[in-house]
């Protein structure tokens, strides 16, 4: 069964300094892997999505992953922390039913002054 | 604004009671999706709509548990007898049939049970 694990609950970064955000996945076929951004009290909001075209995947608000599938990893990166990217982050791949997305359990991001 | 929108944004209920959430996918969205998330978790997948057809439901959507989308709008969730458990995030999301899943969610309703 398709599923992802994200390592670390919790991340914190000083300004400027990198971001690196862990996702492993599990699927039975190519998957198709997605990160999302949720801040307090509102929806997510979808920052990419691999569908097996291009490895390295560009997002909006500078962020990217890359799909590994020897480590079967999809890590997000943003080379400079801003404050704004303070949030919660979703990894998630497509469920093999087609109909419905596996969630991980979110890694939620701090950023120093 | 055309992106997804869920009403109540909160709901405050005592245990016992039954509460409605509406949630309006964008426009041109056929697929629409319900989700649970408790504080500290992802979001659950519960069940999904195309067009007004229910296709699928999970096994967290008990008997007390019940959507509709009458027109292939709108949709509606309905929770009879809530219980302290069902306390959570409630997001609804949409999609395009043809698009490579990419689903887009509404701000919540979260649904506290006292």
């Known amino acids: 069964a398709q599923s992802v694990t994200q390592l670390g609950s919790h991340v914190s970064v000083s300004e400027g300094a990198l971001v690196l955000l862990r996702c492993n996945y599990s699927s039975s076929v190519p998957p198709y892997l997605f990160w999302y951004v949720q801040y307090p009290n509102q929806g997510l909001q979808l920052l990419l999505k691999?569908?097996?075209?291009?490895?390295l995947v560009k997002g909006i608000n500078g962020f990217e992953a890359e799909f590994k599938k020897s480590e079967t990893s999809f890590h997000l990166t943003k080379p400079s922390a801003h404050m704004s990217d303070a949030a919660e982050y979703f990894c998630a791949v497509k469920g093999e039913d087609n109909n419905d997305m596996r969630f991980g359990a979110g890694t939620r991001l701090t950023v120093k002054p | 604004d055309t992106g997804v929108s869920q009403d109540p944004r909160h709901k405050i209920t005592k245990r016992g009671q039954n509460v409605t959430f509406r949630c309006d996918p964008i426009?041109?969205?056929?697929?629409l999706y319900w989700y649970r998330q408790t504080l500290g978790q992802g979001p659950e997948f519960l069940t999904y709509?195309?067009?007004?057809?229910?296709?699928?439901k999970s096994r967290l959507l008990s008997d007390r548990f019940s959507a509709e989308r009458p027109k292939g709008s709108f949709s509606t969730l309905e929770i009879q007898r809530t219980e302290q458990g069902d306390s959570a995030m409630y997001l609804c999301?949409?999609?395009?049939?043809?698009?490579?899943?990419?689903?887009?969610f509404g701000p919540g309703t979260r649904l506290t049970v006292t």
């Open positions: 426009s041109e969205h056929n697929r």
């Open positions: 691999y569908t097996s075209a291009a490895t």
């Open positions: 999301a949409s999609s395009l049939a043809g698009t490579v899943f990419e689903q887009y």
């Open positions: 709509f195309q067009n007004e057809a229910q296709l699928e």
